[in-house]
């Protein structure tokens, strides 16, 4: 059903909607393509996380004598 809805809808459309609908989804891919590369953790990123953890958890092991496990 939702693949004779979706043929008819492509089919009614104006061709120069959907070729800016490509455009326009193309920016949004190159966009989300540069945030991904921008937020990508490295191992200098990830040997800090690791060491803010393990305070943490000495933190808490050391106040409440309580052991915090990650998942």
Known sequence: MDDKRENL???????????????????????AQEILWTIE????????RKDVIDCVQKLI????GSEVRLF
Do not use: F, H, I, T
């Open 9 to 31: 809808l492509s089919s009614s459309l104006p061709s120069q909607l959907l070729s800016m609908d490509e455009e326009l989804w193309q920016m949004a891919e190159e966009r």
């Open 41 to 48: 953790p490295n191992v200098l990123s990830e040997v800090k």
């Open 61 to 64: 092991r050391g106040c409440y």
